[in-house]
């Protein structure tokens, strides 16, 4: 029956079974049985993970033709399919209609449209709807903030970037990076996308600089851990090891030193963070 239909359709979702959902989809209406909303949302949700934007969105117009309102699930997942697929106006459209229809967007619902817009270089609007919904009493989440950093850092909007990095930590929504206790202090950026690594590690040596320069103390040597990265591996395999020393360099102005046998982490000597300090 349709329930049993959905539950198979909605397990393929989970499984990333994209074409097994479509599959089941097409059986339900070979066998004359009625699609209901959960149904199409669990197929829409379906495309999204599978990156099929187009069918994600036929399935959306189909449903409406057939009479049913799409809710704040279905809109959700069509929204970010459409992040998926890099179609941030039609994301906005979407959220737009949404609204128009009386729905409220939920976390979810936002955090998909702040990612489509950091995927179409829209700032400012993933910036007001970040405010949007915190005014509506909604709590950002990791995908949230790492979204909003990520649009700021592509912009070059450092300060912004920073302050939504910091934010992101005070409300104990993305790890702080972690202090190892040793002689030599060791920062682990494991957890981080490379956008907050560089926000982030740049706010903790400008934190340490202050600290030390105020209490007239020596600047130790700083290993910084970089691994992979938690959704930093691009075509080319890891990209923090070679984004945020570059960041440190070419954007703060300090120079990083490679460790020698261990290619998942870099230094900063004392002697060069002594140097930045005083410039």
């Not at 997942?77 to 039609?90: L, N, V, W």
Request: aromatic share 6%; net charge negative.
């Amino acid at each position: 029956d349709v329930i049993t239909y959905s539950a198979g359709i909605s397990a393929c979702e989970k499984g990333g079974r994209t074409d097994t959902a479509l599959d089941l989809l097409f059986e339900m209406k070979g066998r004359g049985l009625q699609l209901d909303v959960i149904t199409y949302s669990a197929t829409i949700s379906a495309c999204e993970k599978g990156a099929r934007t187009d069918t994600a969105l036929d399935l959306l117009s189909e449903m409406k033709v057939a009479g049913l309102q799409p809710d704040v699930i279905t809109y959700s997942a069509a929204i970010s399919a459409c992040e998926k697929g890099c179609r941030t106006d039609t994301a906005l459209d979407l959220l737009s209609e949404m609204k128009g229809r009386g729905l409220q967007p939920d976390v979810i619902t936002y955090s998909a449209a702040i990612s489509a817009c950091e995927k179409g270089a829209r700032t400012d609007t993933a910036l007001d709807f970040l405010a949007e919904m915190k005014g509506r009493g909604l709590q950002p989440n990791l995908i949230t903030y790492s979204a909003v950093v990520k649009a700021c850092y592509d912009a070059k909007i450092y300060v912004d970037a920073l302050d939504k990095a910091r934010e992101a930590v005070s409300m104990k929504v993305v790890p702080s990076m972690i202090l190892m206790s040793s002689e030599v202090p060791k920062w682990d950026l494991h957890l981080l996308s490379e956008s907050l690594s560089c926000m982030l590690l740049s706010d903790a040596l400008l934190t340490v600089i202050d600290t030390r320069t105020h209490e007239s103390q020596s600047f130790k040597d700083v290993f910084v851990i970089t691994g992979r990265g938690l959704n930093t591996v691009g075509e080319n395999g890891p990209v923090l090891k070679e984004k945020v020393p570059k960041f440190l360099n070419e954007v703060a102005g300090l120079e990083t030193s490679a460790v020698e046998g261990n290619e998942g982490r870099f230094l900063i000597t004392g002697e060069t963070l002594q140097q930045w300090a005083s410039s």
